[in-house]
């Protein structure tokens, strides 16, 4: 290793450096049958979902998408990362989900639908990431304190 010792050396050395360890494209990630895979999570729940190339059914628990979403806001946020990549109705999903309530649900297999395309298909990476797809939401219930109804609320007070 030569001594740097200036402004040009450091230059220098940096340009010999070889690029191709960032400039490395991502290689899809699938199993043996076709499929990709992903854990989504929201607030309480946590989803396990799998992607592979079909007609665009998504079944949740073993129902359809319709029956286990069925308020019309909940399907239109499953079906957000496939408008945002531009590629409705050509990947099935299969999807279980645990924890929290609907709304929750609904966001956990978002993100994991997210997560498994960008596995799928690294192309559709920068679309997913731009629109905040493959971010986790972090925002969680604050736990109760002691002495206090809720988490901040407090008791009513009564001068008497």
Same mark, same amino acid.
């Given at each position: ?15 010999? &450096? $070889?690029? #191709? ?10 199993? =043996?049958? %076709?499929? /990709?895979? +992903? ?55 299969? &999807? $279980?989900? #645990? ?10 297999? =978002?993100? %994991?639908? /997210?997560? +498994? ?44």
């Amino acid at each position: 290793m030569s001594d740097i010792k200036s402004l040009d050396d450091l230059k220098a050395a940096v340009g010999t &450096a $070889t690029p #191709a360890a960032e400039a490395a494209p991502r290689a899809p990630v699938r199993d =043996k049958l %076709g499929r /990709s895979y +992903a854990t989504g999570k929201r607030k309480d729940a946590v989803a396990r979902v799998w992607v592979k190339p079909g007609s665009g059914k998504v079944v949740v628990n073993g129902k359809e998408m319709a029956v286990y979403f069925a308020r019309p806001v909940l399907q239109m946020i499953l079906k957000q990362p496939f408008t945002i990549a531009n590629v409705e109705g050509q990947f099935d999903v299969y &999807a $279980t989900v #645990a924890g929290g309530g609907l709304s929750g649900q609904a966001g956990a297999v =978002k993100h %994991g639908i /997210s997560k +498994a395309l960008q596995l799928y298909e690294p192309s559709l990476r920068g679309a997913l990431k731009a629109a905040g797809f493959l971010t986790r939401d972090s925002r969680t219930v604050e736990r109760k304190k002691y002495g206090k109804a809720k988490a901040r609320r407090s008791f009513q007070f009564s001068k008497r």
